[in-house]
């Protein structure tokens, strides 16, 4: 069974600092790797979608990489800002079976 | 364009009842995914429907089911209703294909008591 670990658990940084989160999985046959934030309460918001067959996609401050054999993924996030505070997911989609499996997520806080 | 929208955002309901939760996906959207939302486990893959069909299915008890109907539209149905069953309840809607970006709705948080 597929297994998405995300660590840190937790992070806080200040202002404008450039930092890296990170998500690992254990089966690489997945389809793809999706990255959200979520904020407290509420839903999911898609940040990027990067396909199996993909090493990476940019979308404004954030980066994110796929490295389909070693199991991991990581997004960028540059110059961060306190509006980027909340708690960020990664979920892949396997190739047998279909299903999503879901990170543990990151909850993140920038200090003003 | 809408997005996800799902009803009602609220429910308390006590042990041993039923509910059924309900889900409109983005127009165009075939594809309707299922997730239950829980601080100890948290989010798992419930199911999923595409052109009314269950396309996929996690690894919960029958107590759980849903459905799809032809506007896309889906229903969620958790009978027998435990404690456990306390979580934020997800649905996200996609173009259809198996690459496709998912979209999650704000949630329905349902309170066992």
């Known amino acids: 069974k597929q297994e998405v670990t995300q660590i840190p658990a937790a992070l806080s940084v200040p202002e404008g600092e450039n930092l890296v989160l990170n998500c690992s999985f254990t089966?690489?046959?997945?389809?793809?790797l999706q990255w959200f934030r979520q904020d407290p309460g509420k839903g999911l918001t898609s940040l990027l979608l990067?396909?199996?067959?993909?090493r990476e996609q940019t979308s404004g401050r954030l980066n994110a990489s796929l490295d389909k054999s070693s199991g991991r993924s990581t997004l960028y996030i540059a110059a961060s800002q306190p509006g980027d505070s909340a708690t960020y997911l990664c979920?892949?989609?396997?190739?047998?079976?279909?299903?999503?499996?879901f990170g543990t997520g990151t909850s993140l806080t920038v200090i003003p | 364009k809408a997005g996800v929208t799902q009803t009602p955002r609220y429910l308390i309901k006590t042990r041993g009842q039923q509910v059924t939760l309900s889900c409109s996906p983005i127009?165009?959207?075939?594809?309707v995914s299922w997730y239950q939302q829980t601080p100890g486990q948290g989010l798992q893959f419930l199911f999923e429907?595409?052109?009314?069909?269950?396309?996929n299915k996690g690894n919960f008890p029958g107590r759980f089911s849903g459905r799809q109907f032809s506007n896309s539209r889906s229903e969620m149905n958790v009978s027998t209703l435990e404690l456990g069953d306390s979580a934020l309840y997800l649905c996200?809607?996609?173009?259809?294909?198996?690459?496709?970006?998912?979209?999650f709705g704000p949630g329905t948080r349902l309170l066992v008591l």
């Open positions: 127009s165009g959207h075939r594809s």
């Open positions: 429907y595409f052109s009314e069909t269950q396309r």
């Open positions: 979920a892949v989609r396997q190739r047998t079976g279909n299903q999503f499996y």
């Open positions: 089966d690489s046959a997945i389809y793809n």
């Open positions: 996200a809607s996609s173009g259809g294909t198996e690459q496709e970006t998912q979209y």
């Open positions: 990067i396909q199996s067959s993909q």
